[in-house]
Structure formats: structure tokens, C-alpha cells
């Protein structure tokens, strides 16, 4: 266990040169990493835990296998909230609140109440693992990121005035990607970057980030997080009829079709759910020949005429497997570059959202 410490925080002490230059922080909150906290886990899976002696001996194992981490933050707990604020530009309200170790978690983590699982994720009897190590401190950052944007929000939060704009709504790709780039810049100063990187692009973290083409091609590229650029002040600046808000919201629900007999409605047919069709061009790409207007291609931005290049980075061999790639990604939102008057631009197709 002490190697395993030693190692874990050799990586994440890469970056303890934080930054000098000063900023205006306001108080932080306290703080506490709680693993003995068998009441909180009876109270997520009481099969499990059907009496007070297995949950105590649950929470045991939990004691032992957090160690490092409950070290890592008793010695840089307070640096880390303090860097968060620093970067994003936005002071702590809460003055006091825990960060829940568990063993299993119905999601990959909360940010309220703060909740970081080292196990899995479980739903009913189905569990899916969690990577350890670096990955761990990873979801603390971003959950703690999570939970300082909702500052903002809060009676008394500076900047209020961020709160109400769109990329605030909390969507994967709005609010979510807010957070992880906070979470990724500050994380960098404790931690190498690459390997950094090397963990939030794996394939259990690109499943759970749907948002993460967008992240990096808008976001981590063009929002470059410091004192003098911090990500309040970056959202504030971005209008509201921006590209980028344009590019992340969710489209609008279709009008059913009318047949004009009284307040008889006909419902667009249940086959073809995206609603366009396409055809190779001798480019290689895909064009868009037509468009339904109705449904997913045109509501969420797509356009005859244009050229579909890849589906999450995917580049598809032919029209089946363009269709299957749409449909794969679909339930999350699928991010599509296309060419639209010889420019490079990108739409994403999501499912039909009732609420």
C-alpha cells in the first residue's frame, strides 16, 4: 500500500508548481473526505447492506482502499479549491460540505451531494467497473468543478450574472464541458497533462463525457484558462447567438403534421427517424440530397447539400455504415463535421427529448 501511495502521488505532485501570479479568491470552504459513512450507503443500497455490522465492515474495506486519496486531499485539499476558484473566476458560497467515498454509486460520481465511488457503478445487480488510480483524482476534480459553477447560482454568488447564460444549462456539452475543461486545466498543475489526457480520452471516459468532441475541438482549443482569462469571464464574453451556443443546443420539438380535418393530427412515420437521405459525392464525403423537416437531420441542423465528412470522428466507407454510426451515438447526441459553403462545420443529431 505505501508503494502504491508513493507512486500515485509522485504522478499527481508532477504539477506542485502552481502558478504565482495572485488572485482574488474569496473564502474556502471546509471541506472533509468521509468514508466511514455507512449510513449513506445503506441509504443507496439497503439489499446490500441489510444490517449496521456488514455496512461497517463495508466501510472498512472503503477506509483502506481510499488512503491515498484521503491523503492526497488532508495535504492539498485547500490548494485544489483554491486553483478551482482561481481559473474559473468564481468565489465559494457553501462554507462547509463532504465528499462522499463509497464503494458503488448508481452513476460514475455526484457532485451534490459530492459522491465518488472507487468500485463501479451500479444499477440493480449490474455493475460496471471504474478505472482506478489517476482516474479517481480525475472525477474529484471534476465534481468539485461541477459544484463550483453552481456557485454562481447560489444567493450571494459572484458572478451572478453567468448563471443565466446558455452554456450554463446543464447539458453534456454545455455545462459538463464547462466543468471538465475547469477540471481539466487545474488538474494539469497538480498532475501531468498528457496522462491527464491519456485517461479522459479512454473509452470509459468517452462514454461517460458525450461531450467531449465538442471539449476539445471548441473549448480546450479556444478557451485558454489563466488569471487574466478565467472561464467566468470567457462566458460571459461568448454571445448568446454565438456559433458555439448555436452548435450545443438541443433542438426543437417538430410541430406534428396536419391533415387538416378538424384536430385529426397525422403523426410522422415511425421508420426514419433521422429524415434525410444521402448520396457519395466523387469527394468521398457524404451529400445531403434531402431533408425532412420534421425530424432529427433538419431540427438539429443539417441542410441539403451539405457535405458530411465523419460521425464522432469516424470517417464511414458507405451510406450503411453512416446510418449505423448516426444511430450508435445517437442516444447522446451524435457529432457530425460536415463541409457547409466550402467551410468546415459540425452539427449534432440528438434523440427526441419530450421534457
Not at 449513506?40 to 456488514?54: E, Q
Not at 478557451?223 to 478565467?230: A, E, G, I, K
Request: charged content about 20%; glycine content about 6%.
Amino acid at each position: 500500500m505505501l508503494k502504491f501511495f508513493t507512486l500515485i502521488m509522485a504522478v499527481i505532485l508532477v504539477g506542485s508548481a502552481v502558478p504565482t501570479a495572485v488572485a482574488q479568491v474569496g473564502d474556502l470552504p471546509e471541506v472533509e473526505m468521509v468514508a466511514d459513512n455507512y449510513e449513506y450507503m445503506i441509504s443507496l443500497f439497503a439489499d446490500d447492506y441489510p444490517d449496521r455490522r456488514r455496512a461497517l465492515r463495508a466501510c472498512s474495506t472503503i477506509a483502506e482502499q481510499s488512503e491515498s486519496l484521503k491523503v492526497f486531499w488532508e495535504e492539498q485539499g485547500d490548494a485544489i479549491l483554491y486553483y478551482l476558484s482561481y481559473y474559473a473566476g468564481i468565489n465559494w458560497v457553501e462554507q462547509k460540505f463532504d465528499i462522499q467515498i463509497v464503494k458503488y454509486y448508481p452513476d460514475f460520481a455526484c457532485h451534490n451531494p459530492l459522491t465518488i465511488p472507487l468500485t463501479g457503478k451500479k444499477n440493480g445487480v449490474r455493475i460496471e467497473a471504474v478505472p482506478q488510480g489517476l482516474s479517481h483524482y480525475l472525477t474529484l476534480f471534476q465534481q468539485l468543478s461541477r459544484r463550483l459553477l453552481e456557485q454562481a447560482s447560489l444567493p450571494g454568488g459572484s458572478p451572478y450574472y453567468i448563471s443565466g447564460h446558455p452554456l450554463m444549462l446543464k447539458t453534456p456539452r454545455r455545462f459538463d464541458n464547462l466543468a471538465n475543461l475547469l477540471a481539466l486545466r487545474t488538474l494539469s498543475d497538480f498532475a501531468d497533462v498528457d496522462s491527464i489526457l491519456t485517461i479522459f480520452r479512454s473509452s470509459h471516459w468517452k462514454k461517460r463525457e458525450a461531450g467531449q468532441e465538442i471539449l476539445f475541438d471548441y473549448f480546450w482549443k479556444q478557451w485558454q484558462l489563466s488569471p487574466d482569462s478565467t472561464l467566468a469571464s470567457l462566458i460571459a464574453a461568448e454571445p448568446y447567438g454565438s456559433r458555439l451556443v448555436a452548435l450545443t443546443r438541443r433542438p426543437v420539438q417538430p410541430r406534428p403534421r396536419r391533415s387538416g380535418w378538424g384536430n385529426h393530427q397525422l403523426q410522422p412515420p415511425p421508420g426514419g427517424q433521422i429524415g434525410m437521405s444521402v448520396i457519395k459525392d466523387r469527394s468521398g464525403f457524404f451529400r445531403v440530397v434531402e431533408v425532412d423537416t420534421l425530424k432529427l437531420a433538419y431540427l438539429s441542423g443539417l441542410r441539403e447539400d451539405d457535405l458530411i465528412r465523419s460521425i464522432e470522428g469516424t470517417a464511414p466507407r458507405n451510406i450503411k455504415q453512416l446510418f449505423s454510426l448516426i444511430l450508435e451515438y445517437l442516444q447522446q447526441g451524435a457529432h457530425i463535421d460536415i463541409v457547409r459553403n466550402d467551410e468546415r462545420d459540425a452539427v449534432i443529431l440528438y434523440p427526441w427529448d419530450d421534457s
